[in-house]
T-cell receptor, first 117, second 110 residues
Framework: GAVVSQHPSWVICKSGTSVKIECRSL??????MFWYRQFPKQSLMLMAT?????????EQGVEKDKFLINHASLTLSTLTVTSAHPEDSSFYIC?????????????FGPGTRLTVT | SQQGEEDPQALSIQEGENATMNCSYK?????LQWYRQNSGRGLVHLIL?????REKHSGRLRVTLDTSKKSSSLLITASRAADTASYFC??????????FGGGTRLMVKP
């Protein structure tokens, strides 16, 4: 199946700093990328949806000024957590979707564990 | 946003036993997918069942879908310790958006 990578796989940062997470579709062009957040022992919660070249659509309750999403190309999306706080510590998962034919195919990255101290 | 609920939230069984997890959802769907997630890892896609299908098999996995009850079940037969993980259902609905259920944490004791 198609491969989606994330970098870094884990990051520790100090409160107040910003962290950038990259999501790449390695062997396909993703028309849409999704960012999810997952707290321990909980399910994935969709944060935002982004289409290449346009502004991301954020889910209710997700601060767009805090979680900056850039989908600069069909193979790369970035999530920047600005002025991170300990409560932002979570597992962030991206997903990339493309449409090889009539159906959509969606693949998930391995996740990035963010710890804010 | 979560659309569905999964039950049980946690399940502990002995190796060799079968594990059944249930998923309920609220709106109409195009398909329903099951994923597995090992602790601290990404999602692994297990199986997809379309809205016009009632049952699907893949190896030791059996998935059923009842659209009239808006529910699905995942059965893992002859479980192994390596099946220990969290299992999530996800529905593909309007706008081709994937929405996840709350997940079931399965522990298979050797």
């Amino acid at each position: 199946g198609a491969v989606v990578s994330q970098h870094p796989s884990w990051v520790i940062c100090k409160s107040g700093t910003s962290v950038k997470i990259e999501c790449r579709s390695l062997d396909f062009q993703a028309t849409t990328m999704f960012w999810y957040r997952q707290f321990p022992k909980q399910s994935l919660m969709l944060m935002a949806t982004s289409n290449e070249g346009s502004k991301a659509t954020y889910e209710q309750g997700v601060e767009k000024d805090k979680f900056l999403i850039n989908h600069a190309s069909l193979t790369l999306s970035t999530l920047t957590v600005t002025s991170a706080h300990p409560e932002d510590s979570s597992f962030y998962i991206c997903s990339a979707r493309y449409r090889p034919g009539a159906r959509y195919e969606q693949y998930f990255g391995p996740g990035t564990r963010l710890t804010v101290t | 946003s979560q659309q569905g609920e999964e039950d049980p939230q946690a399940l502990s069984i002995q190796e060799g036993e079968n594990a059944t997890m249930n998923c309920s959802y609220k709106t109409s769907i195009n398909n329903l997918q099951w994923y597995r997630q090992n602790s601290g890892r990404g999602l692994v896609h297990l199986i997809l069942i379309r809205s016009n299908e009632r049952e699907k098999h893949s190896g030791r996995l059996r998935v059923t879908l009842d659209t009239s009850k808006k529910s699905s079940s995942l059965l893992i037969t002859a479980s192994r310790a390596a099946d220990t993980a969290s299992y999530f259902c996800a529905t593909l609905g309007a706008g081709n958006m994937l929405t996840f259920g709350g997940g079931t944490r399965l522990m298979v004791k050797p």
